[in-house]
């Protein structure tokens, strides 16, 4: 029980930095209801610049970190003008879903071009160490990405609750033609929650980095699936349920390390969460359909 | 001319087409502030390609669209929303999955007097008990009638100028119908802001004619009838229908 518990908790921990990717990741989808490709590779560019400007140019990695979070925002929005709106509304959705690979590689290759195909240590964010609190041995660090994972979660939905641009996402994400009836400025919209997508995603991915103390340049795509299979698993159309998704695939992927074997975690998760999608085709916590009357 | 007798919306021989097919043709007529103009027809007359053309879904071929004493140029649901031109179009349109509140909150999603519109959103649900039972139920599962009190009250919260709704009475049992048109009628007169300009399309003839000031008969995209509510009884209309 208690090896159980332990597993857990660093389940959660892990869960975390999935389920700020897969809220992210939803986020775009409930708007757009578009599957961004390029997601984990523009994060991926942006943590590549905050290692530079660590690396290279000596900054802070808190300041390097604020600017890389700016810079996820601003490739983002880039991806989403230059290459999205050319598909949306035009009823090519392969096409898009082909841009988007196109981007998420063209992306890969400059972080590559910018830093080399080996390895990248990531900068120290916080010195870990190891607490015992009621008999159990966690990382300080990974309470910490905990704890950050949780306030920027908790700070995006009063964003999204309280805010008239936070309101006007959430329903532009509900109907789009009922959000331009009302005014809502859709098109702006969509390049804002683009932008608050790639911030959201670089905070897990820098959180990812300074638990795993590195980043290479498959990284991204690892980040796109990631969010991928928490967001829909948890219910593409919900963003409770991504946040959900990614907290069940963190469990999953922890306890299948801590049972069965490292080697297999990942697949071993994917196919537990497979499993769940046949079972709730709609997600953990996806919307029903409601005929109208 | 006084500002009250300029026409908040006036159709100049206004034409419409979906792509090459044109829908509505030739069609005029005024609105001023506080007046509600039906506009019937059988299925198919153009009478909801009309409301989307003054919105922008609908594209103009010929005419001109007049609002405010300005030409409406350019114009598409949102800057429609932004000029305060508020719509309901038929089915309602409302956000599935939000509340009632939050979606009388969004008709006021352009208003910059935010501490107003919660006080304007509580006096709407106050006065009118359907929008009270669903302040905080989701739209989805909110049943026509509710809805459709709920998407007028969101159109009225956003202190329009001109308001066009399509087929309120649709699907929608009488006594809720009665409610629903004590609402149009309410909108038309609101005093807090001089009224707005109504622009109904209804296939439910007497309803119509219990809120209306003016008519206009549609059939095959043009008008066959227009004129005063009195001009027509609801059985001279139910004959245009059938010739």
């Given at each position: 029980m208690h090896y159980l518990i332990q597993l857990m908790i660093e389940g959660i921990?892990?869960?975390?930095?999935?389920?700020?990717?897969?809220?992210?990741?939803?986020?775009?989808?409930?708007?757009?209801?578009?599957?961004?490709?390029?997601?984990?590779?523009?994060?991926?560019?942006?943590?590549?610049?905050?290692?530079?400007?660590?690396?290279?140019?000596?900054?802070?990695?808190?300041?390097?970190?604020?600017?890389?979070?700016?810079?996820?925002?601003?490739?983002?929005?880039?991806?989403?003008?230059?290459?999205?709106?050319?598909?949306?509304?035009?009823?090519?959705?392969?096409?898009?879903?082909?841009?988007?690979?196109?981007?998420?590689?063209?992306?890969?290759?400059?972080?590559?071009?910018?830093?080399?195909?080996?390895?990248?240590?990531?900068?120290?964010?916080?010195?870990?160490?190891?607490?015992?609190?009621a008999g159990y041995?966690l990382?300080?660090?990974?309470?910490?990405?905990?704890?950050?994972?949780?306030?920027?979660?908790?700070?995006?939905?009063?964003?999204?609750?309280?805010?008239?641009?936070?309101?006007?996402?959430?329903?532009?994400?509900?109907?789009?033609?009922?959000?331009?009836?009302?005014?809502?400025?859709?098109?702006?919209?969509?390049?804002?929650?683009?932008?608050?997508?790639?911030?959201?995603?670089?905070?897990?991915?820098?959180?990812?980095?300074?638990?795993?103390?590195?980043?290479?340049?498959?990284?991204?795509?690892?980040?796109?699936?990631?969010?991928?299979?928490?967001?829909?698993?948890?219910?593409?159309?919900?963003?409770?349920?991504?946040?959900?998704?990614?907290?069940?695939?963190?469990?999953?992927?922890?306890?299948?390390?801590g049972?069965?074997?490292?080697?297999?975690?990942?697949?071993?998760?994917?196919?537990?969460?497979?499993?769940?999608?046949?079972?709730?085709?709609?997600?953990?916590?996806?919307?029903?359909?409601?005929?109208?009357? | 001319?006084?500002?009250?007798?300029?026409?908040?919306?006036?159709?100049?021989?206004?034409?419409?087409?979906?792509?090459?097919?044109?829908?509505?043709?030739?069609?005029?007529?005024?609105?001023?502030?506080?007046?509600?103009?039906?506009?019937?027809?059988?299925?198919?007359?153009?009478?909801?390609?009309?409301?989307?053309?003054?919105?922008?879904?609908?594209?103009?071929?010929?005419?001109?669209?007049?609002?405010?004493?300005?030409?409406?140029?350019?114009?598409?649901?949102?800057?429609?929303?932004?000029?305060?031109?508020?719509?309901?179009?038929?089915?309602?349109?409302?956000?599935?999955?939000?509340?009632?509140?939050?979606?009388?909150?969004?008709?006021?999603?352009?208003?910059?007097?935010?501490?107003?519109?919660?006080?304007?959103?509580?006096?709407?649900?106050?006065?009118?008990?359907?929008?009270?039972?669903?302040?905080?139920?989701?739209?989805?599962?909110?049943?026509?009638?509710?809805?459709?009190?709920?998407?007028?009250?969101?159109?009225?919260?956003?202190?329009?100028?001109?308001?066009?709704?399509?087929?309120?009475?649709?699907?929608?049992?009488?006594?809720?119908?009665?409610?629903?048109?004590?609402?149009?009628?309410?909108?038309?007169?609101?005093?807090?802001?001089?009224?707005?300009?109504?622009?109904?399309?209804?296939?439910?003839?007497?309803?119509?004619?219990?809120?209306?000031?003016?008519?206009?008969?549609?059939?095959?995209?043009?008008?066959?009838?227009?004129?005063?509510?009195?001009?027509?009884?609801?059985?001279?209309?139910?004959?245009?229908?059938?010739?």
């Amino acid at each position: 029980m208690h090896y159980l518990i332990q597993l857990m908790i660093e389940g959660i921990e892990q869960g975390s930095i999935y389920a700020l990717w897969a809220l992210a990741y939803a986020l775009v989808y409930q708007v757009l209801g578009l599957m961004n490709f390029a997601f984990g590779d523009a994060l991926l560019l942006s943590a590549y610049l905050m290692i530079a400007l660590v690396t290279t140019s000596g900054l802070s990695p808190w300041l390097a970190l604020a600017i890389a979070i700016a810079a996820a925002a601003v490739v983002s929005m880039l991806i989403e003008r230059q290459v999205y709106a050319r598909f949306i509304g035009r009823g090519q959705g392969e096409a898009g879903f082909i841009a988007a690979l196109a981007c998420a590689y063209i992306l890969r290759n400059i972080a590559t071009v910018m830093r080399g195909n080996e390895p990248q240590t990531f900068p120290t964010l916080f010195n870990s160490s190891l607490v015992s609190v009621a008999g159990y041995q966690l990382s300080s660090g990974g309470l910490i990405v905990l704890g950050l994972c949780v306030a920027t979660m908790v700070a995006f939905a009063l964003f999204l609750r309280s805010t008239k641009v936070g309101r006007g996402i959430v329903l532009a994400g509900q109907d789009r033609v009922a959000a331009a009836i009302v005014g809502i400025p859709v098109r702006k919209v969509i390049t804002i929650v683009y932008g608050v997508s790639g911030a959201l995603g670089l905070i897990g991915a820098a959180m990812f980095g300074d638990l795993y103390h590195g980043l290479n340049s498959t990284t991204g795509f690892y980040i796109t699936f990631q969010a991928f299979i928490a967001a829909t698993v948890g219910g593409a159309g919900s963003l409770l349920g991504a946040v959900v998704g990614g907290l069940a695939l963190g469990l999953i992927e922890s306890l299948a390390v801590g049972y069965v074997s490292g080697n297999f975690a990942q697949a071993l998760a994917w196919t537990a969460m497979a499993m769940i999608a046949l079972i709730r085709p709609r997600g953990l916590l996806g919307h029903r359909v409601v005929e109208r009357v | 001319m006084s500002g009250a007798d300029v026409p908040v919306l006036e159709l100049e021989r206004l034409s419409l087409a979906y792509g090459e097919t044109v829908v509505v043709r030739d069609v005029s007529l005024k609105v001023r502030a506080g007046e509600v103009y039906a506009v019937m027809g059988p299925n198919g007359a153009g009478k909801t390609t009309l409301l989307n053309g003054i919105v922008g879904m609908a594209s103009r071929v010929e005419g001109r669209i007049v609002f405010d004493g300005e030409p409406l140029e350019r114009i598409n649901p949102q800057r429609a929303a932004k000029r305060r031109i508020a719509y309901v179009p038929q089915g309602r349109q409302l956000f599935p999955y939000a509340s009632g509140r939050m979606n009388l909150w969004s008709g006021g999603y352009g208003r910059r007097d935010r501490g107003r519109l919660e006080k304007d959103i509580d006096d709407f649900i106050a006065a009118w008990p359907v929008a009270a039972r669903v302040a905080k139920r989701n739209a989805e599962v909110m049943s026509g009638g509710e809805q459709q009190v709920i998407a007028i009250g969101r159109g009225a919260l956003s202190k329009p100028r001109l308001m066009l709704i399509d087929e309120p009475s649709l699907g929608l049992a009488p006594i809720l119908v009665q409610e629903v048109f004590k609402l149009i009628a309410d909108v038309a007169s609101d005093a807090s802001h001089a009224g707005a300009a109504v622009v109904l399309v209804e296939q439910n003839v007497e309803a119509a004619l219990s809120v209306a000031d003016h008519v206009c008969i549609l059939s095959g995209g043009q008008v066959v009838h227009q004129g005063a509510r009195g001009d027509l009884t609801a059985a001279d209309i139910g004959d245009m229908y059938l010739h």
